[in-house]
């Protein structure tokens, strides 16, 4: 089933920094993972020293590489949910500024 590993690290000034690997499977996911730790700096120390934690999640599908698709597998509120706010009631009058201050 696809997968999507994430991999966790805490960095020395105490901010955590993630990667993650969408694959087919979670195999290639894990694949993924050690070859972008071979490649990377920071990250393969310390995955290979063994100060990360790893979630791995099962998806039903992958997104495709376009931004409202990815936004949509992160389940992020995009600019175009708007529709979800509540209107202003027309009938209120809306509450002006500053009448406390004029008394009188």
């Given amino acids: 089933m696809a997968t999507a590993l ?28 050690e070859a972008h730790a071979n490649a990377c700096p920071q990250f393969g120390p310390a995955l290979k020293a063994g100060s ?12 495709e590489f376009e931004e409202e698709s990815l936004e949509e597998f992160l389940e992020l509120d995009s600019d175009d949910d708007d529709d979800d706010e509540p209107e202003e009631d027309e009938d209120e009058e809306p509450e002006e500024e500053g009448d406390e201050d004029e008394q009188g």
């Fill in 6 to 33: 994430y991999s966790f690290r805490k960095q020395s000034n105490g901010r955590i920094m993630f990667h993650g690997f969408l694959a087919g499977n979670a195999d290639q996911a894990t694949k993924d993972m």
């Fill in 52 to 63: 990360t934690l790893e979630i791995e999640v099962e998806v039903d599908e992958l997104p």
